[in-house]
């Protein structure tokens, strides 16, 4: 076995402890297949003390008065971060296959750094405004508006990006004022745990305040967003699962944050770079093997420069093999699971049914016997009819698709049920602004430009999702709103 690290308890209530039933589940290392280690298994028992725990530390302390010291706990978990940044990434590598390289940005070290983007908002931030006096209905009055937190909030997490997720619900909700309990995927579940241990031995974040409840049962997930004591639910995952807890939380009309998936679109004007945007295509789809919620998995170039493009896109692809996370040079790393490869490869077997073709890959690299790898593949051959064009796949698998002009390749951006993200490039940086405008989603990048960053609010148009997550949208889905007048 190796030792990455990992941590098997959960943290209820301030403490870290093994699951009520004394449970457990593995932990696995999806580039070769090791169990990494165990976790506890959190259960009914283990659910029902996370909520008294949150409901306590939320209606019976300070915490969600006490701005100074929240912004001094959050401090100090970046802090613990970055002190064990090299265990945590090693660690990160073995669970969750990123590779490496990743883990310098958005794997670990961006989502530690928006800690403390987030500590500063909250330490800045007015939480009370003074509107001044108005006398509605004849009565003067004086009025504020105040920023309240929302309360316990239950956040559930997947597999792709734990860190970054886990940290973009933890760090503004804590900011806010809230009580948190994370239920993270079970496929990740010691990014979380770890992140327990380092609030519990680390931090002076009182008890209850956050609660990590990792589960092999999905169940436990779904028991937690539709409980009475939960206020709000923070959701990342799949559509299908999203809806489901929007269903749950519906009962007892608590607030829901959802980021769920994407089907986005990679548009390439006529006037582009056709090299360097197809490069850059390439290179996204392979990125973490496609196991990225707002990657362009779809491919939209001119009709008459398709043949160019497709023989452009798969010389890069062929490129950007699927390898060892561990190796720095790693761009495409293996999928979280054997479950995951299998759904990803039934999607392969879609795609030929429904008439296309692998102008590269289309199968599992050779030389990996072990692991849950999958080639880096580009579909040609089909319409953005097919349903391999229409579903998130969430693996290194590109469609390309072609279009006839810009008015073309905005209906067919647009037509998805989905609306996370995008690119568009053009020769006239104004031309691309004009047609990123006119597509319906949360993200776009221009040319190469990046939207990702602390600052900058995440989410979907569509069935991506509801709300945002990150800047001070996302920290602001975390507030309340109280409005007061007094006489004048
Ligand atoms: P999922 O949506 O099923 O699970 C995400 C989280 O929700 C996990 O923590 C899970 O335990 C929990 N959960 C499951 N059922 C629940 C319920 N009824 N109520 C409350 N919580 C529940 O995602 P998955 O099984 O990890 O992956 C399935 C597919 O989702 C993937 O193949 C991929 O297409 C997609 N996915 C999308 C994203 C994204 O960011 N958009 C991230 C990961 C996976």
């Not at 004394?22 to 009914?44: I, K, Q, R, S, Y």
């Not at 302390?61 to 090693?90: G, K, M, N, P, Y």
């Not at 647009?414 to 609306?419: I, L, T, V």
């Not at 602004?433 to 989410?459: E, H, K, Q």
Request: proline residues 6%; negative net charge; hydrophobic residues 40%.
């Amino acid at each position: 076995m190796t030792v990455v690290g990992g941590e098997s308890r959960l943290l209820i209530d301030g403490e870290l402890r093994p699951a009520a039933g004394g449970g457990t589940f593995e932990t696995v290392n999806p580039a070769t297949e090791e169990v990494l280690g165990v976790v506890a298994d959190g259960g009914p028992d283990d659910l029902e003390a996370c909520l008294a725990g949150a409901r306590r530390a939320f209606d019976e302390t300070t915490w969600s008065t006490d701005v100074a010291f929240r912004v001094r706990c959050l401090r100090q978990l970046q802090a613990a971060f970055s002190a064990h940044a090299e265990e945590i990434r090693a660690l990160t590598v073995a669970e969750v296959g990123s590779p490496l390289s990743l883990t310098y940005s958005a794997q670990l070290d961006d989502p530690v750094a928006s800690l403390g983007w987030v500590a500063d908002l909250a330490e800045g931030y007015e939480w009370e405004r003074d509107l001044g006096e108005a006398a509605p209905l004849g009565i003067p009055s004086h009025r504020w508006v105040r920023r309240e937190a929302t309360g316990v909030v239950a956040a559930v997490t997947p597999w792709n990006v734990p860190h970054q997720i886990n940290l973009a619900k933890l760090g503004p909700a804590l900011a806010a004022g809230n009580t948190l309990i994370l239920k993270p995927a079970p496929d990740t579940p010691w990014c979380a745990t770890v992140l327990g241990r380092l609030v519990a031995e680390e931090t002076d974040i009182p008890a209850g305040v956050v609660n990590i409840l990792a589960s092999s049962d999905h169940g436990i997930g779904s028991a937690l967003v539709a409980d009475r004591r939960v206020d709000q639910v923070s959701f990342t995952g799949s559509t299908a699962t999203g809806r489901k807890v929007m269903e749950s939380a519906a009962a007892t009309l608590k607030r829901v944050f959802l980021e769920l998936g994407g089907k986005s679109a990679f548009v390439v004007l006529d006037d582009a770079d056709l090299r360097g945007a197809c490069a850059t295509a390439a290179f996204t789809v392979c990125t973490h093997a496609g196991q990225g919620c707002a990657i362009t998995t779809r491919l939209l170039v001119p009709r008459r420069l398709l043949d160019e493009a497709t023989a452009s896109t798969a010389k890069v692809l062929s490129k950007l093999p699927a390898a060892d996370p561990t190796d720095p040079g790693t761009i495409c790393g293996p999928v979280i699971s054997a479950r995951q490869r299998d759904r990803v490869e039934g999607y392969l077997r879609l795609a030929v049914e429904e008439g296309g073709t692998f102008v590269t890959g289309g199968g599992r690299p050779e030389g990996l016997d072990r692991g849950f790898f999958v080639e880096p593949t580009l579909i040609g051959g089909l319409t953005n009819e097919a349903r391999v064009a229409r579903e998130e796949i969430f693996g290194p698998v590109l469609v390309i698709i072609p279009h006839d002009g810009d008015d073309d390749a905005v209906a067919l951006a647009n037509d998805s049920p989905y609306g996370l993200s995008g690119s568009v490039w053009s020769a006239d940086p104004a031309r691309a602004r004009a047609v990123a405008n006119r597509i319906r989603t949360g993200t776009i990048g221009i040319n190469g430009g990046l939207w990702y960053s602390p600052d900058i609010p995440f989410g979907g148009y569509k069935q991506s999702g509801v709300g945002r997550e990150m800047g001070v949208a996302g920290f602001e889905e975390y507030l309340e709103t109280k409005s007061l007048a007094e006489p004048a």
